[in-house]
């Protein structure tokens, strides 16, 4: 297993339409992590789910975001009726358990034209 | 709330130079303090962990410490050289299941 992995590394969109991303964690790391970053800022975080639930979400996430992790594995993050201002990249982590080290990926980068 | 600050927000140094970066952390009731790597247009590379009971950690040209009782943590490079070129970012973990970062030091080593 070579890290975690995001795709697509870049997505260009139109204002309004729908976009989805998805994230494989490292295999058997049961906690997994979205966060968005914009330029000059560091990682803000968005949402967090153990196994498949879905414990903790960023008052970031508004109700056009919406994250889900069937089965536990793969993770994906869907933006609903883009806006310029969710341009950012978005970053997925993964980790064996609490105070264990974080993994991140190589990021999503979302332009909104 | 805890707040994570990076200073200097960046930083130029010739080549060869042992340099320090700062992190503070305003809620000392940490699980865990995590360094980082960013490259530009990249995602984050995991430099070196330190538990709360922990004081430092170690990683070839790379040694982290940490004390909890003044909300610091310092990321020491020794030996610098261009290819460490990059931004370096803190992020702090409260146990509440999520990392607070700093806005990150960027760093350019000059050959």
């Known amino acids: 297993d070579t890290g975690v992995s995001q795709d697509p590394r870049h997505k260009i969109t139109k204002r309004g339409q729908n976009v989805t991303f998805r994230c494989d964690p490292i295999s058997e790391h049961n906690r997994l992590y979205w966060y968005r970053q914009t330029l000059g800022q560091g990682p803000e975080f968005l949402t967090y789910f153990q196994n498949e639930a879905q414990l903790e979400k960023s008052r970031l996430l508004s109700d056009r975001f919406s994250a889900e992790r069937p089965k536990g594995s793969f993770s994906t993050l869907e933006i609903q009726r883009t806006e310029q201002g969710d341009s950012a990249m978005y970053l997925c982590?993964?980790?064996?358990?609490?105070?264990?080290?974080?993994?991140f990926g190589q990021g999503t980068r979302l332009t909104v034209v | 709330k805890q707040e994570v600050t990076q200073i200097p927000a960046a930083l130029s140094v010739p080549e060869g130079e042992n340099l320090v970066l700062n992190c503070s952390f305003t809620d000392s009731a940490i699980y865990n303090l995590q360094w980082f790597r960013q490259d530009p247009g990249k995602g984050l590379t995991s430099l070196l962990l330190?538990?709360?009971?922990?004081r430092e950690q170690t990683s070839g040209r790379l040694n982290a410490s940490l004390d909890k009782s003044s909300g610091r943590s310092t990321l020491y490079i020794a030996a610098s050289q261009p290819g460490d070129s990059a931004t370096y970012l803190c992020a702090a973990d409260s146990g509440t299941y999520k990392y607070i970062f700093g806005t990150g030091t960027r760093l350019k080593v000059l050959a």
């Open positions: 330190i538990q709360s009971s922990q």
């Open positions: 982590a993964s980790q064996t358990g609490l105070n264990t080290e974080a993994f």
